[in-house]
Nanobody
Framework: QVQLSEFGGGLVQAGGSLSLSCTVS?????????LSWFRQAPGKEREFVAG????????YYTDSVKGRFIISKDNAKSTVNLQMNSLQPEDTAVYYC?????????????????WGQGTQVTVSS
């Protein structure tokens, strides 16, 4: 079993930055996992934002955040971080950390096995 807990988020003005962290705990050692950040705005479907292969550290991004967001992992702290720069009002959403028991990339929501509780990010114009 894997537990995910998100930290960070909050309110920021357009053009500002925020950092999110996802703490990973449980039976992850010796297994291949892929961890991603998703977001869901009111009235919209949950969408993939960024992901990282926990074995190779290869990152993946949706087009709308390329060049603005950076996903990284900290093995010592068992966290995966999402640095969000140049935030825009359209980035406003609840951000979720998710993990799948497979180290291949996918943006498909249903492919993920574990989810965090979510953290709110609000960008004011």
């Amino acid at each position: 079993q894997v537990q995910l807990s998100e930290f960070g988020g909050g309110l920021v003005q357009a053009g500002g930055s925020l950092s999110l962290s996802c703490t990973v705990s449980g039976r992850t050692s010796g297994s291949y996992y892929f961890l991603s950040w998703f977001r869901q705005a009111p009235g919209k479907e949950r969408e993939f934002v960024a992901g990282i292969n926990l074995r190779t550290s290869a990152p993946y991004y949706t087009d709308s955040v390329k060049g603005r967001f950076i996903i990284s992992k900290d093995n010592a702290k068992s966290t995966v971080n999402l640095q969000m720069n140049s935030l825009q009002p359209e980035d406003t959403a609840v951000y979720y950390c998710a993990a799948r028991k497979n180290n291949y990339y996918t943006s498909y929501v249903a492919a993920y096995d574990y989810w965090g509780q979510g953290t709110q990010v609000t960008v004011s114009s």
